[in-house]
């Protein structure tokens, strides 16, 4: 089921960029769940493009309608269904990628395993598949939301943003604080940090007018997150969320905590102490990240995505044609010069899907029985 | 199934650092692959702790034993169920480890997940664990030697090694080539370029020498893979590469291709054109590490995982005990330095699952029948 | 995911019965196969209400759509969505099952799992569920159907019918040949053998006169299956077939080959020797009813299903309501005296379901490798 | 993965009838459990071989060890792997299958699927798997009996017992009440009803001396389950039960509640009218055997499996060999006239672990939030 992600909330999406429609079906969500069509417009709409001047002026609409598993305004433990339907098609528009393999993007190794492919705009390899991921995680946002209000005092949170674009870093003490939403969405680029956003922005446009593109990293944090949720050996926390981020288009790496960079530093500079605090065991730093072995420990989850700068530029490109014979691609029509923005919304959207998975399994394995 | 990975190649491992025994059971292997007990001994006398004087001192025989699925030299298609018996164990040593919660180890996730913990060594944690991936990673290793063989024309291969050892790096220009097995095992650390080793192998005594610990880098490289292989969207080869490396103890990031460094360039820089190469479609670069789109191009695979420093390291270190009361650990006994050279078998044996799992999977999807 | 089914071949289904729609998503579709909405349509309209005077008289177009994985007639090897919208919705219809429990069906049971239900004709555990799974079987079927002429020379065909209503049995001897489809769609009872049919539509018009109903039997045999198929040893063939017939509304029972019956015979009696006929190890008998060891031994394979008669009936009937309180609930509206013909295409979808699964299962394990 | 069963609790088993050991890991046992060898151990003594006259003579001790998973007389949620040494191996005892294929049993299905065959006693497609699945259900048993006890004021109680063998059927108002162990373990066969069990007993001795063999009927209750086990659509409780049976060796029928009788039945007989019963609310009847809807519904749970005469025969049988020449099999040496009575712990093993898995889900997908 290479479509479908999660073991007890799982979603499985489908869908083309230039097909009909793209969807999900969410299975395993808790019933009684108040949910409206508005808490996954919402995220949605931030996933939409033609949004600023700096994204892909595709023009979407992209209203959700919900088919099934609702009921009066709850869930009710049956599988959700959601539908978005395609609207800006543009015939002819793609009809160069029928016989060209574009470098970088996915059409030649579509073709050589599947050996047909639905050449349009992407096909399933376009980004747009992440409608669904976007809406299904909606829903799991919600649960983090109500249920960690329930069941721990506060909602699970969490919040991702850009830190890096190009060679543009946002400065590592500027992150110290958890981000206010308010702030990550201030600017089209959705960095929390106003002059590295302008400079983001300045940079964006300036590989737009070159016809290029960039690429960069986004930061996501969680916090509220109980101790226990992860599954050793092979389902910790972690492993999870490196899937679930590399399972997105464009994703070139995952770090947790420290990171690459902790593989630079000594065990006794690395150590999280634990001590006491306000009667919980906590650690002193966080260079793990907020999982140990694999579980998370009461600390804020914190992990990064590194994004490759999008393939599609607006330049002649080598390459080879379905027959193997050399020729030139000419990039034209829409042009995204940085994913990454975009992408904020959709990071979140995976960490939402893999917290409320453990969290379920959490519940079923150790919480079940009291022996 | 936490405990299990893989869809249709799986791997179930069991067993605890200081229980009686740990072992796996593989099921999914095709049937008729001819096996012996030392092909996998091989794998695990590589793992082995004990072979060198900047490793652990922990001594363990490893003798693998083969209890099912076997038949005359050849798989039967039936689960293979392989034991390795636990020798080494010390009464009484890891008594201050029942009450106090080590640093940056999991035994407090552990007992705030379970409400239970067998703290002896680390128990179920411990990185004794990965005896049982190396003994199938061994099984699906000589699948894609002898099936690489048969199908492709030549056996895919392997190799993982260090490329950085806290602040050594390897030069970016001594990994051109395939490193030869002998090059990586012709020292303790396995990198296979002799100025590097020898500057790792003194680093490695000197924080031994202080009681510390150091982290590293591990690349590994896989050549001979057909193109077709991953599956789109969620179980994208890459996706399932990092959740496996993410799977390891003491691992905290994981990259493909041009991975982190690679949000930093443009698209026009980053992008690999296609060209036609012996009658292939070839990427004149890779970038990309090997995939697009989550499918293998044929290239080589190219990716990298970040480890940790050791947590255990010998120097009083600050915690809190299993009441919540602050406290002293004082770290003695066994002590492993630098974790990663020994870590090099294991990469590669997740390496060799995830791969076997998708070549099965790719055949029964796109193979089987040809409409 | 317990509204997904299959392993490599999956089918996900969604939807209520007085929801805006139902439908079902595929992933695992072999690429390049044919495809077009009038297969799915087809089988669609046999599982159509309204169709006969002796059938639910609810009036539904099912029109299907395809809203993704198909490009150009052929599918793609991306997940196929499929849409039905519900036409004949009656708002207030069924506001007395809002507040009372109806005898025999899911209103209770969903309420003490889910805390919540939508009562609306029975919601999520309506057969009006199984147009997801026949739209899926539809697709299985063109599999089984191309797939074996390619691969063994002849198509796999399914044939279902009905052997049983109430007391009204079909000749044991009447059922020696395959029979023809046509002969089975000749009346509204499907069942192959005219004078039965005679007898079991006359009986179900003189229950339905009563305001009552009954259940039935349905035999399904499959020919043309290669041996192999089945994978031990809890995916045996005639397991995974046991629980796809479970998993229909109204089923009670499920046998393979000599069934119940079976155990009443002598080894001697039973056994199934083999012989040599036209150059293949074929049996001489078929007790086993087409596997042997939960594998395809090549020989038809024989199942039986048992449904219970219809829990909706036209009469008064004491029951409790959500408070616990006793009460009565008067049946009236729509009334299917007999579900049991209108399965028929439903059993043979879930068997086609199961078939395509263990023939990617068996491809993927078996086949891949020659060594 | 076809060795393993269940998606939270799961149990995967290994080894072949004539290998150096059988056994079985479970994954997802809730920790804290008290668990010790002796629980396993007396379940395997129910099941084991040559226990009375009337059963195979093959003789194994069966001792269990378990090497993981548990500490200081508790689980620890890590893998439980068991392990049984096999003992009573016959070398060349099984000469003549290893070139014959034997009637109505796998040897032909497993040459034809895998193209290799551990002929020896059957290999993995021998009974003597169910070891693994004894043991692993003793586990699940004790979570029922503590895990009911603690939540629900009660054990959920397993009981199986023969209602058939042969055509010596226990008069049907025999089992009005749930009967007690000591009364099943009565007899050898494993008949709650003194005279049939006497009745039994002398007929499979008959056949024995004929060199023949019997098959027979298992009938299962379990009482103290909760409402709302059971996951719609596909993994609805009786399809898992069913799935279970059928996955057991020599099954050929499962049916629930009125099963294929039901189907004779009238809607206005056969519906379990609700009713108020001690505050709960009740069945008055219990025709549909403990589930609606695939829920179970608090009431009994009530389900039959028919066990075809053994395929062991120990008389002359005309079969064919490997190269598909005709010729004759000798049955000699160990006979077993009648497995039922040995598939009595087995079958309630099974059904231990099909009811945990769905506690398990139950408890994260229904439980876990309370929105």
Same mark, same amino acid.
């Given at each position: 089921m290479p479509n479908t992600f999660g073991k007890l909330f799982t979603v499985t999406t489908w869908g083309e960029s230039h097909g009909p429609a793209v969807g999900a079906v969410v299975d395993g969500c808790p019933p009684r769940l108040p949910l409206e069509v508005a808490d996954i417009q919402a995220e949605l709409d931030r996933r939409r493009p033609g949004q600023s001047d700096i994204v892909t002026p595709r023009h979407e609409e992209d209203r959700v309608e919900i088919l099934s598993g609702l009921f009066e305004g709850r869930t009710t433990g049956a599988p959700i269904s959601m539908l978005v339907r395609n609207a800006d098609q543009r015939p002819g528009a793609y009809d160069e990628m029928r016989e060209k393999f574009r470098p970088s993007h996915a059409d030649y190794t579509y073709q050589a395993k599947y050996g047909i492919r639905d050449h349009r705009g992407g096909g399933r390899s376009s980004a747009r598949e992440t409608v669904g991921r976007v809406a299904a995680g909606a829903i799991a946002r919600k649960i983090l939301q109500l249920g960690g209000a329930a069941l721990h005092g506060a909602p699970i949170e969490i919040r991702a943003y850009l830190t890096q674009v190009h060679d543009i870093v946002m400065p590592a003490d500027a992150g110290a604080d958890f981000p206010a939403l308010s702030a990550v969405e201030?600017?089209?680029? $959705?960095?929390?940090?106003p002059e590295t956003a302008a400079r983001m922005i300045e940079r964006i446009k300036a590989v737009r007018s070159e016809g290029d593109s960039v690429g960069g990293v986004i930061e996501c944090r969680v916090r509220g997150v109980p101790p226990g949720l992860g599954e050793p050996v092979f389902d910790r926390l972690e492993a999870d969320l490196a899937k679930a981020m590399l399972s997105l288009p464009a994703t070139k790496g995952f770090e947790i905590g &420290?990171?690459? &960079?902790? &593989? $630079?530093? $000594?065990g006794s500079e690395h150590n999280d102490r634990f001590e006491s605090r306000e009667g919980k065991i906590r650690t002193a730093t966080n260079r793990s990240g907020g999982t140990q072995g694999g579980i998370s420990n009461g600390e804020e989850i914190v992990f990064r995505v590194a994004f490759k700068p999008t393939a599609t530029i607006l330049r002649p490109q080598a390459t080879v044609d379905v027959h193997g014979a050399e020729t030139e691609l000419i990039g034209r029509g829409r042009h995204d010069p940085c994913v990454v923005p975009r992408a904020v919304p959709i990071v979140e959207a995976m960490a939402a899907l893999v917290l409320v998975d453990h969290w379920l399994r959490q519940s079923a394995q150790c919480s079940t029985f009291s022996f």
């Open positions: 201030a600017t089209p680029v $959705r960095c929390p940090h &420290s990171g690459f &960079s902790g &593989s $630079r530093l $000594r």
